[in-house]
């Protein structure tokens, strides 16, 4: 039934909160409870989770990303779904583990049951409609990982259908206007470890998407995820700019569930 | 071989980040190719199927290398061609030295090849007395300048119009600040039309060689490859032994990808078809191994071997876009270089693959679709267990993945890091060891964590929303 999402309260899904978002951006988390409790998902948080081990995974040190590995996977395997306001977490989990650990029948069940928050909304609840409003100028920000391995958005490089998952969650919400960039999906420069050993090219490529979004008029800057966020915020604060910065699932709870 | 020797990639890269007008210059001047490719490639409703179809046209090639090499011999060989061998490049430099030798050559044009500038060749003819001439507009002005290319397509890309201006002026007597792209490209032709028509011989670069015709097609803009090998007898041409489809019906296939990729046209000006010497002249072909074999062998790498040197990932990458091509300090750099480079000299260009935020954009745009994000993304590992990732980064790494393992020590670090960084004044945080502080501020620590807050929101729940 449509506007009911009591169905949704079958499944048992386990919350996978980025280790940098537990402790930086507490609020990102709690969004995102707020906001899969809203469409009927009782969402359980093990408490034994740290860190999906993707810094030292990109450093190239995989021996000492083994353990965290196997920790995830062994703490996620209850779940019937593992849900998370990150693209580039969830796509460590389910793209790069495999050449941590080899393919096995662990990181399968685990690996494909394992959601960035907007495409389990989008994909496993198949949010169509919602009630609520976000009255601002929203630049969306399309974080690499998310849309170029968890394709997410068709991006600018292939040639294909256009769709774009956080982006028609987005435009649910009444009142909202999405600001147009110069450059649609152009990397901000985070990087992980690369933010700070490429620290010159890094702020560069940040500082050309916060002048592409102060452009566009955004008065809003979003995206899924906060690693990005955070980088780029860092340079709007240092440079006194006028944008704010929201996770999307800000965005969401804020509109939909505190209406 | 002219490399610039660089400490590493990003101790270059902030040197040519501090020049900002040329570095916002040569970003956007290069984005602009990317826009092109865009273009053209939307305009292919069915780009993604010739991708996959080229790409496992050349997986199937390398698969079977050593057949198709011998059938390419064979027929190459038929037509009347002289088919050589190099195990590396230092054989490709006496091959090619000792053909221009035999045949008393004092001066050759070369058209546009990336393989002679990996073996080095140029230095190589030129201590031996032999002078040659780059005939590719942008590899000349590199010449002139004494510099390597910057970029595999477009090698002059770091140069403005106005440094060139001042080249000509300087090399060609052109008039004193000239600006005029016509003008100078005018004074250009002039002074290649010279030496096209006094070279004994011409060496050429291949794009593609067919096995079953033994043929080999030169794709340029300038048709000056066409030129250099039209007035003298003798043509060498340099390839690659990656550099092999099957049969002459796939290079359908690659032609339409090929120029689309690297500049936004439909083909290249000029692609020309050599199948044999011409009437009266001799032609020489030199198959390069240089390692090649070696990637064949490493599994991790093979796919590096479908590479078509369109430029299309240098283009897109937007650290090479704000870096250029000599922070690399590589023949070429780039996404492909980088796995490249770094996989056959990791002491010395292991800082390539940590040049890249793994965005992932080269992966796509790729027209013979190498997965090359995840392939640098092997290529650190590569290092690391080689002991070329610093003892600092991995000795940090270490302690917060041992962190990371024991909930109640992250909790113990988490809470501490934020409380410091909560009662501290700015001074003391934002010191010369802290890079992130730089250029950007550091998120503001909040009072407790997601964990914590989760907790007592648990045992307080807010009332369930229903929707409708």
């Known amino acids: 039934m449509r506007g009911d999402w009591a169905y949704n309260q079958a499944m048992r899904v386990g919350l996978f909160i980025p280790c940098y978002v537990d402790q930086f951006y507490p609020q990102v988390g709690l969004a995102t409870v707020d906001v899969l409790e809203h469409f009927g998902v009782e969402v359980e948080f093990p408490e034994e989770q740290t860190c999906c081990g993707q810094p030292m995974a990109n450093a190239g040190l995989h021996m000492e990303t083994k353990p965290l590995a196997e920790r995830f996977l062994r703490i996620f395997a209850p779940y019937d779904y593992v849900v998370c306001p990150s693209g580039s977490c969830v796509s460590m989990v389910r793209h790069h583990y495999e050449q941590i650990l080899g393919h096995t029948a662990e990181l399968d069940r685990v690996g494909l049951r394992t959601f960035e928050l907007c495409e389990f909304l989008t994909d496993v609840l198949k949010v169509d409609r919602v009630t609520g409003a976000y009255p601002h100028r929203v630049g969306l920000h399309q974080s690499c990982h998310g849309l170029r391995e968890l394709r997410l958005a068709a991006n600018s490089e292939l040639v294909g259908p256009e769709f774009n998952k956080p982006r028609q969650l987005l435009e649910l919400l009444d009142g909202i206007e999405l600001t147009q960039l110069t450059r649609t999906d152009e990397c901000c420069g985070f990087g992980g470890l690369f933010a700070v050993t490429e620290e010159a090219v890094s702020c560069m490529m940040g500082r050309d998407r916060v002048n592409d979004h102060e452009r566009a008029g955004t008065e809003v800057l979003t995206g899924v995820d906060m690693s990005c966020l955070m980088h780029l915020d860092g340079i709007i604060r240092r440079e006194n700019k006028r944008i704010r910065i929201q996770h999307i699932a800000e965005i969401l709870a804020a509109a939909i569930v505190k209406n | ?468």
């Open chain 2, 1 to 468: 071989m002219h490399v610039i020797k660089t400490a590493d990639h990003s101790t270059a890269a902030a040197a040519f980040i501090a020049n900002g007008d040329r570095v916002r210059w040569h970003d956007s001047a290069i984005w602009f190719a990317r826009t092109k490719r865009d273009r053209a490639s939307h305009g292919v409703p069915e780009w993604e199927t010739l991708r996959e179809l080229a790409s496992k046209i050349k997986l199937h090639t390398m698969s079977r290398l050593d057949e198709y090499l011998e059938q390419f011999e064979a027929n190459a060989t038929r037509l009347g061609a002289h088919v050589h061998w190099a195990r590396d490049a230092a054989e490709h430099n006496t091959i090619v030295a000792g053909i221009l030798n035999q045949h008393g050559v004092r001066r050759v044009v070369k058209s546009k090849s990336m393989l002679t500038e990996e073996c080095g060749l140029n230095p190589h003819l030129e201590s031996q007395g032999i002078e040659v001439t780059d005939t590719d507009l942008g590899e000349w002005i590199v010449q002139l300048r004494n510099e390597p290319p910057s970029h595999i397509v477009t090698p002059a890309i770091h140069i403005r119009k106005e440094e060139v201006g001042e080249l000509f002026h300087e090399k060609l007597g052109t008039d004193a600040g000239a600006t005029d792209a016509q003008y100078l490209a005018e004074a250009a032709r002039r002074h290649l039309r010279a030496k096209f028509l006094a070279a004994e011989a011409g060496i050429t670069g291949v794009n593609f060689a067919i096995a079953d015709t033994g043929g080999f097609v030169v794709c340029t803009n300038e048709g000056n490859a066409d030129l250099g090998v039209s007035l003298p007898k003798i043509h060498i041409a340099c390839m690659g032994i990656e550099k092999l489809v099957p049969r002459a019906t796939d290079l359908g296939v690659f032609q339409r990808l090929l120029a689309r990729s690297a500049t936004g046209q439909p083909i290249t000006t000029y692609t020309s078809h050599f199948h044999g010497p011409r009437p009266g002249g001799e032609l020489h072909i030199v198959l390069v191994d240089n390692r090649r074999s070696e990637m064949l062998g490493a599994g991790d790498f093979r796919r590096t071997l479908n590479c078509i040197r369109c430029g299309a990932c240098f283009n897109t990458c937007p650290v090479y876009r704000r870096s250029g091509g000599f922070s690399y300090g590589a023949t070429f750099g780039g996404p492909i270089g980088s796995i490249i480079f770094s996989a056959r000299e990791p002491r010395q260009h292991k800082s390539l693959p940590f040049a890249c935020s793994l965005c992932a954009s080269c992966s796509d745009v790729c027209p013979v679709k190498i997965d090359l994000h995840h392939q640098i993304f092997i290529s650190r590992r590569q290092l690391a267990n080689l002991g070329l990732v610093s003892f600092s980064k991995r000795l940090g790494l270490r302690v917060v993945a041992a962190v990371l393992a024991r909930p109640w020590l992250y909790r113990f670090a988490g809470s501490t890091a934020r409380l410091a960084l909560r009662i501290s004044p700015r001074w003391p945080i934002y010191n010369r060891f802290n890079i992130w502080g730089r250029q950007r501020d550091l998120p503001p620590p909040p009072r407790r964590t997601f964990r914590e807050l989760y907790a007592a929101r648990k045992k307080t729940p807010p009332l369930p929303y229903r929707e409708g």
